[in-house]
């Protein structure tokens, strides 16, 4: 397919293991882990793969030049000099996105405002016609990268974030990233060998999440465009061929993926969405309130959910988390329940000890992922108490 290249995979914190072994299932070469990033190498091919089916990745990068600055002008000067033209014609349009972390660099805007020019200028000078800048559906959009002194330009093959899988058309209040949704549903090891329930669901999205990964849908099948589909080098009938390998690998899912909620708009938009998905012959839903539910069936069950957190939604933190452990308790025996809370007090409320914490960032949140381990057997629940993990 061509020759390797250095690529660098974009992640939430405390996914980037999981990446990394996505990656390598995928057949990256020379994976490193990084901090919210994952590098890695492979060919046209297989970036094209990575944005198609990876799903803890935001963006896959393609770094183009490295260099050492001292002040602007000298960013401006270098970015000048790269061949641009190898990258993008005149009359294409171009977006620029920069991240800086330095003391002597510190609006990255400025600098994003700095490497446009450098590029615009840069064409005009050769042609007499410049790229015009488009922020919402660019033909290359570069991104620009400054680590105190040490800047790298990278071209951006996905375009718009990869957490926005294309189903997803709408939401309820405090929706969760499709991204987080996929980390969440691998961090709890959920494999597609028992049902699924999501007891407050929303519109939707962990659960679809879950039915991907247990039917290895690749991420973002349903997604109309990526970032390299615009480049001047695209590929379309490798893509194609790169396309049809990976629908290949779907295969059959014989559990059930359950989802309750007590609102019937949330109700109304999770179906919606699941259909958007092409996934609601694997899931159902209907209106629950999950305090008053009990175990559908004595084999075991997964349970993951995103409850309020007392942030965006209004509740009784104490009572309401006071209730979920009462419910999980007198009602889901032989079930592991894990749930992503940034509400700490909320954890103490549940009255059970969690077997398991991670932590996770939900946007800003530091949160925690949590897991109670309810045995079979009894209709009290007996839980584990086990010493707790914090990651």
């Known amino acids: 397919m061509g020759q390797n290249f250095k ?3 974009k992640t939430l914190y405390g996914f980037e293991e999981l990446l990394a072994k996505e990656l390598k299932n995928l057949g990256a070469m020379y994976v490193k882990i990084g901090v919210r990033n994952v590098s890695f190498e492979g060919d046209k091919g297989f970036m094209y793969k990575a944005n198609l089916c990876l799903r803890t990745a935001i963006k896959i990068l393609v770094p183009i030049r490295t260099f050492n600055i001292a002040d602007e002008q ?23 996105s920069a991240t800086v972390s330095s003391n002597k660099f510190t609006h990255s805007q400025f600098m994003a405002l700095k490497t446009k020019d450098a590029i615009v200028d840069k064409f005009r000078s050769r042609e007499g016609t410049r790229p015009n800048i488009d922020l919402d559906h660019p033909d290359l959009k570069v991104n620009v990268h400054i680590q105190d002194h040490k800047c790298t330009i990278s071209l951006d093959s996905s375009g718009q974030s990869l957490h926005k899988r294309g189903y997803r058309t709408d939401t309820n209040i405090a929706p969760i990233n499709e991204v987080l949704a996929a980390g969440l549903v691998m961090l709890s090891g959920w494999d597609g ?21 247990a ?27 790169i396309e049809e390998s990976c629908l290949n690998r ?12 007590k609102a019937p708009s949330a109700v109304r938009k999770a179906e919606e969405n699941f259909e958007n998905a092409n996934l609601s012959d694997y899931i159902s839903v ?3 309130d ?7 069936h004595d084999k075991k069950l997964h349970i993951l959910f995103n409850p309020p957190y007392g942030e965006r939604l209004p509740i009784d933190v104490k009572e309401f988390y006071g209730k979920i452990g009462d419910t999980l308790k007198q009602g889901y025996t032989n079930t592991n329940a894990w749930f992503i809370t940034s509400n700490m007090e909320g ?12 932590k996770v960032f939900n946007g800003k949140l530091e949160s925690r992922l949590v897991k109670y381990e309810m045995y079979p057997g009894s209709k009290k629940g007996k839980y584990i108490n086990a010493k707790k993990e914090e990651e």
């Open 215 to 241: 039917c290895r849908i690749p991420a973002n099948i349903n997604r109309k465009e990526f970032g390299f589909e615009r480049w001047k080098d695209f590929d379309e009938e490798l893509y194609d061929k």
């Open 286 to 288: 209907r209106q629950e």
């Open 250 to 261: 779907i295969r059959e899912f014989h559990h059930q993926i359950i989802c309750y909620d």
């Open 290 to 296: 999950f305090f008053k539910t009990t175990k559908p």
């Open 7 to 9: 690529m660098v995979a």
């Open 193 to 213: 060998q028992c049902d699924l329930l999501d007891p407050m669901c929303g519109s939707g999205t962990l659960a679809i999440e879950a039915a991907m990964i």
């Open 347 to 358: 954890i103490k409320s549940v009255g059970l000890r969690p077997s398991r914490k991670i």
């Open 74 to 96: 000298e960013l401006y000067d270098k970015v000048y000099g790269i061949h641009w033209d190898r990258y993008m014609n005149c009359d294409d349009t171009l977006a620029i």
